[in-house]
Structures are given as structure tokens and as C-alpha cells.
């Protein structure tokens, strides 16, 4: 079945950096798109960022600059990098995937930043 597991989580001061990474199975890697989302307390889910099977990046106007997405086909796994993190991003981060005509999500990883 499919599976997505998200790590690299923690607690952040401002200014500072995060490597999320989101361990993928049972579905074709190399050909889906995968989505980074965030959800703040209170807030709705929103996407953060997203990576094609070419490797071709979007990103939300919130976070473009300083947040990168890249992915490694022989691991199945993708990667978010966070810097120059800001008390607003503080969220639970959630890896995301559209296959075999279902959505798919991680359990997400918990990012605070705070001084």
C-alpha cells in the first residue's frame, strides 16, 4: 500500500534552517508529482510546494526563496528544504501524493519556530 513518512521536524529559531524529508512506497515514484503542504493551528491545510517528475518547482508566494523542493528517484524520497524559517511557519508539514486515483498523505512532522 501506499506509504509517506516525514521527518526532520523540530523546534526552530528564527533565522534558522530544517531538512524535511518524505520517504515514499508502494506507488510509481518516478512518474507522480509529490506536494508539500503545511497546516497551522487554526488554519486550513495549504500547499506549500510541489515537485514533478521532472523536477520541474512551484512554490507558494509565502515561501519562495528561501524553501526548496527536490526529490531522488532511486530513494523514492523528496526533500524540503527550509531556511531563514520565520515564526510563521511554524505548522505540521505534510508530504502529499495524487496516485492510482486516490490522494495520499504522510502523518506529518511538527516545525515550530520560535525564540
Known amino acids: 500500500q501506499v506509504q509517506l513518512v516525514e521527518s526532520g521536524g523540530g523546534l526552530v529559531q528564527p533565522g534558522g534552517s530544517l531538512s524535511l524529508s518524505c520517504a515514499t512506497s508502494?506507488?510509481?515514484?518516478?512518474?507522480?508529482?509529490m506536494y508539500w503542504y503545511r497546516q497551522a493551528p487554526g488554519k486550513t491545510r495549504e500547499l506549500v510546494a510541489k515537485i514533478t517528475p521532472g523536477n520541474t518547482t512551484d512554490y507558494s508566494n509565502k515561501v519562495k526563496g528561501p524553501f526548496t523542493t527536490s526529490r531522488d528517484k532511486a530513494k523514492s524520497t523528496v526533500w524540503l528544504q527550509m531556511n531563514n524559517l520565520r515564526t510563521e511557519d511554524t505548522a505540521v508539514y505534510y508530504c502529499?501524493?495524487?496516485?492510482?486515483?486516490?490522494?495520499?498523505w504522510g502523518q506529518g512532522t511538527q516545525v515550530t519556530v520560535s525564540s
Open positions: 502529499n501524493v495524487f496516485a492510482d486515483e486516490e490522494f495520499y
Open positions: 508502494g506507488f510509481q515514484f518516478p512518474v507522480n508529482t
